[in-house]
Each structure stands twice: as structure tokens, then as C-alpha cells.
């Protein structure tokens, strides 16, 4: 998904989640409270897919934020929320709202990432949460290796610079 600054209805800018509903003046009067609260707010990324609604460019979604996330979602104890987003957790407010929506353990990217390194990034994470030995970017282990706690796998992923998008801008 795309994460960063969204705009609220007076032009300032808020951090949030990109969805894949297209802006209409239908929908802002359906959606007209949850804007006025930011808990939803007007983003702009590039969409490549030409099937989409608008075809390629950039048009305007609504994307959420902590706010939204805290007042509309809910979280069973212990669990985990990896969002692979730019931005997803460069400000305490979205994580906040996975937070208090109940999450234990939030996970997300402080700046912008590319597609090569964020999937490098959540199959190790993920193989290493799950002990499910198929990762593709380690030789495979022996003997396989059993799951692990987030912080030994996100200690290991800082070792190995899975933590990082070292690719250029652009």
C-alpha cells in the first residue's frame, strides 16, 4: 500500500494509509464526519494499475489514519500489525491508533520504501515468526529453525540490513 501525508479538509498535512476508494462528492458527504474528524483524509499517489478507477496517474483516495484506526478497528490480545507502507510508522499517531485498537506489537517503515526491499524485508520476518524455514533469501538452515520472538527476529533483520531501503530515490 502507499503510506505519507494525506491532506485534511483544510489543506493540512496528516500522516495516514492510502485505501483504494477513489474521492467523489458522494462519497465526502457520506464520509463528511469521519473527514471532519481526520479520521479519514484526501492522499495522492501514483496508481499504475490501469484497470483502477481513474486508470494510471494520480488520482485522489482517502486514506485513513490513526484516528480512524483507533475509533473503527479492534485487535484480539497479543497480536501483531505489519503494515508495509512508506511512512507507516514515521509518526506516533498511526501507531497509536493500532495501539489503542488493541494491538500488542506494530510494525511499519519510517521512511519511504521500494517494493524489492520491503518484500525482502516481511518474507524474512515473516519466516522467522512463523518457523516456516521457506524463505527464499537465507540458505535453507540445518536443523530448520523454530520460530522466534519479534525482537530476535527484528535484531536479526537489523544484522543482516533488512531494516533499511538502500535503494536510490525514485
Same mark, same amino acid.
Given at each position: 500500500?502507499?503510506?505519507?501525508? +494525506?491532506?485534511?479538509?483544510?489543506?493540512? %498535512?496528516?500522516?495516514? $494509509? #492510502?485505501?483504494?476508494?477513489? @474521492?467523489?462528492?458522494?462519497?465526502?458527504?457520506?464520509? &463528511? +464526519?469521519? $473527514?471532519?474528524?481526520?479520521?479519514?483524509?484526501?492522499? =495522492?499517489?501514483?496508481?499504475?494499475?490501469? +484497470?483502477?478507477?481513474?486508470?494510471?496517474?494520480?488520482? #485522489?483516495?482517502?486514506?485513513?489514519?490513526?484516528?480512524?484506526?483507533?475509533?473503527?478497528?479492534?485487535?484480539?490480545?497479543?497480536?501483531? @500489525?505489519?503494515?508495509?507502507?512508506?511512512?507507516?510508522?514515521? @509518526?506516533a499517531s498511526l501507531r497509536?491508533?493500532?495501539?489503542?485498537?488493541? &494491538?500488542?506489537?506494530f510494525a511499519g517503515w %519510517?521512511?519511504?520504501?521500494?517494493?524489492?526491499? &520491503?518484500?525482502?524485508a516481511h518474507e524474512f520476518?515473516?519466516? =522467522?515468526?512463523? +518457523? %516456516?524455514?521457506?524463505?527464499?533469501?537465507?540458505?535453507?538452515?540445518?536443523?530448520?529453525? =523454530?520460530?522466534?520472538?519479534?525482537?530476535?527476529? #527484528?535484531?536479526?533483520?537489523?544484522? =543482516?540490513?533488512?531494516?533499511?531501503?538502500?535503494?536510490?530515490?525514485?
Amino acid at each position: 500500500g502507499h503510506g505519507g501525508p +494525506g491532506m485534511n479538509i483544510i489543506g493540512d %498535512s496528516v500522516l495516514a $494509509l #492510502w485505501t483504494t476508494t477513489v @474521492v467523489s462528492p458522494a462519497l465526502d458527504a457520506a464520509y &463528511a +464526519g469521519m $473527514l471532519f474528524h481526520e479520521e479519514l483524509v484526501y492522499m =495522492r499517489m501514483y496508481d499504475a494499475q490501469p +484497470g483502477a478507477p481513474g486508470g494510471c496517474g494520480y488520482p #485522489w483516495h482517502y486514506a485513513f489514519t490513526g484516528q480512524f484506526v483507533a475509533q473503527y478497528m479492534y485487535f484480539v490480545p497479543n497480536s501483531f @500489525v505489519y503494515i508495509c507502507a512508506c511512512e507507516s510508522d514515521s @509518526v506516533a499517531s498511526l501507531r497509536n491508533g493500532f495501539k489503542l485498537a488493541g &494491538a500488542s506489537t506494530f510494525a511499519g517503515w %519510517s521512511k519511504v520504501v521500494h517494493v524489492a526491499p &520491503a518484500l525482502k524485508a516481511h518474507e524474512f520476518m515473516f519466516d =522467522r515468526l512463523l +518457523g %516456516s524455514n521457506a524463505s527464499t533469501l537465507t540458505p535453507i538452515e540445518h536443523p530448520k529453525q =523454530r520460530p522466534f520472538d519479534i525482537d530476535l527476529v #527484528w535484531q536479526d533483520m537489523k544484522n =543482516r540490513g533488512f531494516d533499511t531501503d538502500i535503494l536510490p530515490p525514485g
